[in-house]
């Protein structure tokens, strides 16, 4: 709040609709103090009056006027005043609603032109899918792929081939989940309709790689009291399946019975073999997961999947754990595991994109 004397002052002289009036150090506050003190005022301050067309104050400086003829007129020089300002303030209101509807009308343009949505929305899905500069000749079908992974919808086969074949580019982590997602909803939805066991493996396997073990565990649960007569074949899967989710969730005991019984099951499957390999090498038992690894090659896995599960495994390992993995591996057999000689770091970003 202002001091009272400071109010006074600007209402004495009437021009207390001037903020200048009611502040110390301001030079109009100055001339006021010298004018109700009997100062004299300076050729500048006369002249700042006049710039600022408060005649009745000049005119009362200079001694032309005395202070009642003032007071009369400095009144309606002050409503003048007021009036003037507050048109000013109308005027500059209605400039600034006309600045800001133009503003908004153009905006509106922009937004509504189909090359700027087009704009817009293929940024978004960079940012969705953690895209970064993708080739020119690649993006249109890559935009259009992304397109239609956003809205849910299957990727035809050879689509999936093509965004993988360009790597990083174009398959990223969140590309990779969103796809397992899609197929994961369309098999459960196959299974609930057909009860095809194979449909509810497969729907499983992608449940787990889109980041959702859980909804593989449940899915399989139903699967398998569904079929309990299956053949030895189908209860393998269910059962491998089912374990590889179970370890995602890090039960890993149960895993690890679930891959015993669905090798008993199907002996020359290879895929119960990479699941107890994995599995074993997490609980500590290295040696024994290694000779599943290499029981599992024995039976057909390929050299880059179960190379593709050691990574996976030391990605999600602490750094203590993976060290000790890749120490023990290499001196099991240096040549099979000589990409681990690579200090390169491993992230979870290579156990996403399985």
Known sequence: MLPSNQISLATKYLVDDLPGARQIGTRLYGILVKIDSGEPVSEMARAFLLA???????????????????????????????DTAKIAASEAANKEARLKAERAAASAEIFSDPHYQRRQESKQLKRR?????????????????????????????????WLQAAGDECWTAAVAAAWHLVEAEVLTAAWRASNDPWDAINASSHWRKGGHPELALSLTEDALAANPTSSPKIRSAL????????????????????GEEAHAL???????????????????????????????????????????DIRTLLACASYTDRERIRAFLLNQDPLRFAWLRSKRVLTNKSAQLR
């Open 239 to 258: 059962a491998t399946t089912r374990g590889a989710a179970l370890r995602a969730v890090g039960r890993c005991i149960e895993a690890k019975a679930l």
């Open 129 to 161: 899918f953690d895209l970064g500069y993708i080739e020119r000749e690649h993006y249109p079908r890559a935009m259009r792929l992304l397109q239609s992974l956003a809205k849910g919808k299957r990727l035809r086969p050879e689509d999936v081939v």
């Open 266 to 308: 199907v002996p020359n499957d290879y895929r119960p073999c990479t699941l107890l390999g994995a599995v074993l090498i997490e609980l500590g038992e290295l040696n024994a997961g290694h000779e599943w690894f290499v029981k599992a090659e024995q039976r057909g896995a390929a050299k880059a999947a179960v190379d593709q």
């Open 52 to 82: 600022n067309n408060l005649h009745c104050l000049h005119a009362l400086v200079e001694g032309s006027t005395d202070f009642d003829t003032f007071a009369l007129k400095a009144g309606d020089e002050r409503a003048h005043r007021m």
